[in-house]
């Protein structure tokens, strides 16, 4: 299982996006590898899941994998209820 | 480990000289000159690197205001990144970036980084802070610099 953290250039907000996402992955016992990514590579890195902002998915739309979208980069409880679900799911 | 391994604690990055307060700016475009200004004052950065913060602003859209009331400004190391560098302003009054869940911003956080590691530390704990609404609160009700970094020192333990 590999999770796509996105976001514009990569240095700042998916790496919070992967912090969040590392969290509640802990909280719930599962294991992924989680992979931080700029809009550019993200358009051909492979994943399993991607979790970005709503701007960035539908630049992403077109890829076919199930894209999470995130409006607050660091609640968990947002992260628990979007991501586990398709975690778990897969 | 060498000291120029030892990560970059978020108050070796942040300190009083890069922390404004109750800054009032019209637009986006001046909430990013404000905050970089600090960053170039410190010497953390080029005088370019305040541009390319422009220029991600409108290339990628707001995006940045990750969490309620809280944007993220930065480019790429490559835009001028001296060394790892955070500034931080409230914003009075709040200023609206675009962004449909997260606006008004009240705090701007702007960092330069030169790699994806080396400020990944102070990234850390500044994701702790972000997520403490309460913290958050208290920094936008500050009257110094002093008091934001006690603050911070107590949200985010090192």
């Known amino acids: 299982m590999k999770i796509l953290a996105v976001c514009g250039m990569g240095f700042g907000s998916s790496l919070v996006l992967r912090m969040t996402i590392e969290d509640v992955l802990k909280a719930a016992g599962l294991k992924a590898q989680v ?56 | 480990m060498a000291s120029s391994e030892a990560p970059f604690q978020l108050k070796d990055l942040l300190t009083p000289a890069t922390i404004r307060l109750h800054v009032a700016a019209s637009d986006p475009g001046q909430v990013i000159r404000e905050a970089g200004q600090l960053l170039l004052a410190s010497g953390a950065i080029e005088e370019r690197y ?31 990144v001296k060394r790892p560098c955070i500034s931080l302003l409230t914003l009075e009054p709040p200023v609206p970036f675009g962004n449909e869940d997260n606006d008004p911003v009240k705090i701007a956080i702007a960092f330069g980084a030169v790699d994806r590691q080396k400020h990944l530390q102070a990234l850390t704990m500044l994701t702790q802070l972000l997520a403490n609404e309460q913290a958050l609160s208290a920094i936008q009700a500050s009257t110094s610099a002093e008091e934001v970094m006690h603050i911070i020192a107590a949200a985010s333990p090192a």
């Open chain 2, 50 to 80: 305040i541009e390319a913060m422009q220029q991600a602003l409108q290339t990628y859209g707001p995006y940045m205001v990750i969490v309620p009331g809280v944007a993220l400004l930065h480019a790429r190391p490559s835009d001028g």
């Open chain 1, 35 to 90: 992979v931080v990514s700029d809009i550019g590579t993200a358009r051909s890195e492979q994943a399993d899941i991607i979790v970005t902002s709503a701007e960035f998915a539908r630049l992403l739309a077109d890829r076919g994998i199930p894209i999470v979208v995130i409006k607050n980069y660091v609640d968990r409880k947002e992260m628990k209820e979007k991501l586990l679900p398709l975690v778990k799911g897969s």
